[in-house]
């Protein structure tokens, strides 16, 4: 569930739909969080409802799931899409490294809208978003905590989508700072600063140069726990891009965007099931209610509204 990204970022990470989905970067079950319990970095810290079996996983810091995925009405370009996706998540933390991931494979079972093209159909065969962060203070051997503010990274986060050419191909590169936040609650709040380097864009022109930047929250938020062995937990995230020079060129692209994506994760030791909510704002730096023709005659640009995704995964 996650970041422009046409699923994520994050992630996300988590994507925002409705068929069967997990947000463009979305949570992974609690068994496994507690490898990086401070950080809401991850997308994937919930409460433990029952202590995993010992053995239950492949590796006792790497988590990893399968996820098929449905979303409705994504709008990370002018035109939303709607698609039925496989997606592989990974988290985990060791040592100064914090690692969050996903790939997905797009329109795998040939379900989408007309707007939605993938593996089969002469569209992008891959996506993924990569999230990697790298403590300082573990690299310096000491705290640096500032009040609030408990743990400092090096933060980083790869969007790519591989497309069927160059131009419809895009390779982002987040690099910043983050952090880790206390609030004193059972909130946890991680933040991260990014400049944005563009190689391809889908043919925008904006295509490799330095390119505006991203402030991004990510929050998490144990609910509840059950006698049946599960655990409801809200994860939320929030993307903010700015100083894009897209608009410069082009009056249908704007320079900011904002993506707010609103998860709730029902998840046992393997089987997890999510709900997502995402809500655009000019999603994909496209200003909503443009005029565009794309070649097959005009339309008025939806980059702005709600979209939904649904999920069902399997975690190992």
Excluded at 99 to 124: E, R, T
Excluded at 144 to 151: D, H, R, S, T, Y
Excluded at 275 to 294: A, C, I, K, P
Aim: glycine share 10%; aromatic share 16%.
């Amino acid at each position: 569930m996650h970041f422009t990204s046409r699923r994520c970022t994050s992630p996300g990470g988590l994507a925002a739909c409705l068929l069967l989905s997990v947000v463009t970067g979305l949570p992974s079950n609690s068994a496994l969080a507690q490898t990086s319990e401070t950080s809401a970095q991850g997308e994937a810290l919930s409460p433990d409802a029952a202590p995993a079996k010992k053995g239950a996983y492949l590796s006792d810091w790497y988590n990893q799931d399968l996820t098929i995925i449905g979303s409705k009405d994504i709008s990370f370009g002018p035109q939303p899409t709607d698609d039925v996706y496989l997606e592989y998540e990974y988290f985990g933390r060791k040592g100064p490294f914090e690692l969050y991931g996903y790939i997905d494979i797009p329109k795998i079972f040939d379900i989408g809208n007309s707007h939605d093209k993938g593996v089969w159909d002469h569209g992008s065969p891959v996506f993924m978003e990569h999230e990697p962060r790298i403590s300082i203070d573990t690299l310096a051997g000491r705290s640096l905590a500032i009040g609030p503010f408990k743990e400092w990274y090096v933060a980083f986060d790869w969007i790519y989508d591989h497309g069927s050419n160059s131009a419809n191909r895009a390779n982002t590169l987040y690099s910043g700072l983050g952090t880790d936040i206390d609030t004193h609650s059972r909130v946890n709040l991680s933040a991260n600063f990014y400049g944005r380097y563009q190689w391809e864009n889908y043919g925008a022109s904006n295509e490799y140069s330095w390119d505006g930047y991203r402030a991004q929250l990510k929050y998490i938020v144990p609910i509840s726990q059950f006698s049946n062995g599960a655990s409801l937990t809200y994860i939320g995230f929030t993307n903010f891009d700015f100083g894009s020079d897209l608009h410069k060129d082009n009056p249908a692209r704007t320079a900011n965007a904002t993506v707010a994506t609103n998860v709730l994760l029902y998840s046992f030791t393997h089987l997890r099931f999510t709900l997502v909510g995402r809500y655009f704002h000019n999603g994909g730096n496209w200003q909503d209610g443009s005029e565009l023709d794309f070649g097959d005659g005009n339309f008025r640009a939806r980059s702005e509204g709600w979209g939904y995704y649904a999920g069902v995964g399997y975690q190992f």
